[in-house]
């Protein structure tokens, strides 16, 4: 347990390493990776819904319906992603920003309740409600420009702590090195 807490300098530079490398292909190739994800995913669920469907018809394994069920669809969403991966990347964002948009809304309606109340804070949050209704319309029109956004965003905040992985490396080894050296003088 006490490795899994107190990580080795090698195993810090390994995660740091990984987390460059990782953010980078994100910010990179942000669509090609989202698609060959998809693509493997839907594999995976070809494999569960064709077992579960082997054992429902061929097997007879089940007297219930249960396998047919989530065997089906499970099969039916992985030849989708299979096939195409696109139009199911894009239905996350669609949904996503219906989402935001109603939650702006209401947002909205919330600061100009806080307006006729008399709060002079009211502006924030009708500005805040603002940029999430720009959000949601851009993540509406624009499904899969913004799951490349959000990925390119991740691969930079994986890229940055990637390189705090290794500045912290870095410090706490100097750090060390010279407490050592401190107590060897003091002794």
């Known amino acids: 347990m006490n490795h899994l807490i107190n990580p080795t300098q090698k195993e810090v ?21 989202l698609m060959i994800a998809t693509r493997i995913l839907g594999v995976i669920l070809i494999a569960i819904g064709g077992t579960l469907l082997y054992m429902y018809f ?3 394994a089940s007297i219930d319906a249960g396998p047919l069920f989530t065997g089906l669809p499970a099969a039916l969403i992985g030849l989708l992603m299979l096939i195409s991966p696109e139009s199911l990347i894009a ?5 996503t ?22 709060f002079s804070n009211w502006t924030i949050t009708a500005g805040i409600a603002a940029i999430a209704l720009l959000f949601g319309v851009l993540f509406l029109f624009r499904p899969l420009q913004s799951v490349a956004f959000i990925l390119q965003i991740i691969g930079i905040a994986l890229i940055v702590e990637g390189c705090l992985l290794f500045g912290f490396d870095r410090t706490l080894r100097k750090a060390k090195k010279e407490y050592e050296k401190d107590m ?3 002794l």
């Open 58 to 60: 061929i097997k007879r």
């Open 184 to 186: 060897h003088d003091y």
């Open 91 to 95: 239905i996350l964002p669609i949904l």
């Open 13 to 33: 530079r390994i995660q740091a390493l990984l987390y460059l490398i990782g953010g980078i292909l994100l910010f990179i190739l942000n669509n090609d990776l």
């Open 97 to 118: 920003g219906i989402v935001m948009i109603i939650n702006s809304i209401m947002q909205l309606q919330k600061a100009f309740l806080l307006k006729d109340y008399g």
